[in-house]
């Protein structure tokens, strides 16, 4: 169709960052130790003796930023098209939008001293 563009191509590259995002957290929890005293150590261990674990810890924050750019496309996208007329559609993912960045914010930021252990 005529109205089929390069801007369509932005929801299967979101869904494929959290496909990453989720397998590679899975995988770094199942090493991380949440406790203050022994979180540093345990990236360090996640770095330094988990095969590939420098590669899943640089996926994971790396893959975290690639899902926010795709978002912040995916929402450009629908107020170039105006699909903002459509409002429940449009509150909708205006509530998802919401709900992603404030689960990031409390996960990751959040904890106090917890951000810095990654880097």
């Known amino acids: 169709p005529s109205n089929m563009s390069a801007w369509w191509n932005k929801l299967p590259m979101l869904g494929a960052c959290l496909t990453i995002q989720i397998i590679t957290g899975l995988f770094l929890a199942m090493h991380y130790t949440a406790d203050t005293t022994t979180a540093f150590s345990s990236v360090a261990h996640i770095c330094r003796d988990v095969n590939y674990g420098w590669t ?10 690639m899902f926010f750019l795709c978002l912040f496309i995916h ?19 205006i509530i998802l939008l919401f709900s992603v960045m404030a689960t990031a914010f409390m996960g990751y930021v959040l904890p106090w001293g917890q951000m810095s252990f990654w880097g």
Not at 75 to 93: A, D, I, P, Q
């Open 56 to 65: 899943i810890r640089y996926l994971h924050a790396n893959g975290a930023s």
């Open 75 to 93: 929402v450009g996208r629908g107020l170039y098209y105006g699909s903002f007329t459509l409002l429940e559609t449009w509150n909708v993912g």
